[in-house]
């Protein structure tokens, strides 16, 4: 029943389309995104960086949400999706976008895919269908995932084969190349700047010599880490730490903060200028920090299930650029013995994230070759 919904829908959606196609393409490039409702570090900066080229951008960035009315209001912010790709040179994403898969195109229309995480740990899209933390197969063929694709970006040849198995590339199409967001993660400038911003929203934050720890958890879809937070939460001294809580943006748990910092001010990337030690599990923060040069605790109180349900591209317990522990009372111990592998930090930097200059200019300079590659033709 709900594959027949799907290609009724589609059909209209297309017929649709079709009109929209018509009107003349314009000098513009769109960017989409489900993400979140504002636009990502990656997508600000090349928005910026077509702008200076002369380009008309449009930047649509929209979370689906969930139940019947979410979703009618998902549907209407679809049409200005395809009201806009109908008459761009260039689509860029930075996630699974439904209209840029779906739809038939124009044949001269480019469809750029630069996801959102830096690096390939926890398995993603087509790689775990039919696993509680995926889609099913059926819907990913009805839905035509990760199709129509005309470039793909990964950081690394380290992470390539992981990149073509969750969208069903070969791994000679992905394009090795650092996201933007590499430009300001390093950019020592911008790291002040950020903490002025913190201590202003935050004041007292890492006074009296008390070091930052940055807690940065994945989501977890349809589980509740409430208690497993609020563990890390009381277990901390505050008198040596301060403790920002920085939740994934799709994760609905309410935590009551206390004494720690639980945050929904700034980016996850804007807390690594101010912290010393970052705590995660499974977040491909981890790529963020370790490029950061930041000592990092793996909490990972759920491991077990986790490589159950959704498992790794990598050997998580022997590649990770840290201690990995099971108990909030272990992270803490960790971090009190500060028995760092700063060497160890570093190698994991370089093998998954290989280019570390200039990105945001590469990467536009690199799609705005693809567009004259195309006019050309």
């Not at 314009?26 to 090349?46: C, G, T, W």
């Not at 317990?317 to 160890?344: C, F, H, L, Y």
């Amino acid at each position: 029943m709900l594959g027949t919904l799907i290609k009724i829908g589609t059909g209209v959606l297309n017929a649709v389309y079709s009109i929209m196609k018509i009107a003349p393409v314009k000098n513009r490039i769109v960017f989409l995104s489900r993400q979140s409702n504002k636009p990502s570090y990656d997508i600000r900066a090349l928005d910026e960086w077509f702008q200076k080229q002369g380009f008309e951008t449009v930047v649509l960035c929209k979370e689906m949400g969930h139940g019947p009315a979410a979703y009618a209001g998902y549907m209407l912010h679809m049409l200005k999706q395809m009201r806009c790709m109908a008459t761009s040179k260039m689509v860029i994403l930075d996630t699974y976008c439904i209209a840029a898969c779906l739809l038939r195109h124009r044949d001269e229309l480019i469809i750029a895919q630069m996801w959102h995480a830096l690096g390939s740990l926890k398995k993603f899209s087509l790689s775990i269908l039919d696993q509680a933390g995926g889609r099913s197969s059926g819907t990913a063929n009805i839905m035509h995932m990760h199709e129509q694709y005309d470039i793909i970006f990964t950081s690394s040849e380290a992470s390539r084969s992981a990149f073509a198995e969750a969208f069903g590339y070969d791994e000679e199409a992905l394009t090795v190349m650092s996201l933007p967001r590499v430009d300001a993660i390093l950019d020592q400038q911008r790291d002040e700047k950020n903490k002025e911003k913190i201590r202003d929203a935050y004041p007292g934050i890492a006074e009296g010599g008390r070091k930052v720890l940055l807690y940065a958890p994945t989501f977890r879809k349809g589980k509740d880490i409430s208690e497993d937070v609020r563990r890390l939460i009381d277990t901390v001294d505050y008198s040596r730490y301060d403790l920002i809580v920085k939740l994934h943006p799709l994760d609905a748990a309410l935590i009551e903060g206390g004494q720690a910092i639980v945050d929904r001010k700034f980016s996850t990337m804007d807390m690594l200028s101010i912290c010393d030690v970052v705590i995660t599990d499974y977040s491909a923060v981890t790529y963020e920090a370790a490029l950061k040069g930041r000592p990092l605790v793996f909490y990972a109180f759920d491991i077990g299930e986790y490589i159950a349900g959704r498992d790794f591209y990598l050997d998580y317990n022997s590649e990770m650029p840290g201690p990995v522990v099971t108990s909030a009372a272990d992270v803490m111990k960790v971090i009190d013995a500060e028995d760092w592998q700063p060497d160890r930090v570093r190698q994991f930097a370089e093998k998954y994230i290989e280019k570390r200059e200039h990105c945001t200019e590469e990467m536009g300079q690199y799609l705005l070759d693809r567009i004259n590659d195309w006019r050309s033709l």
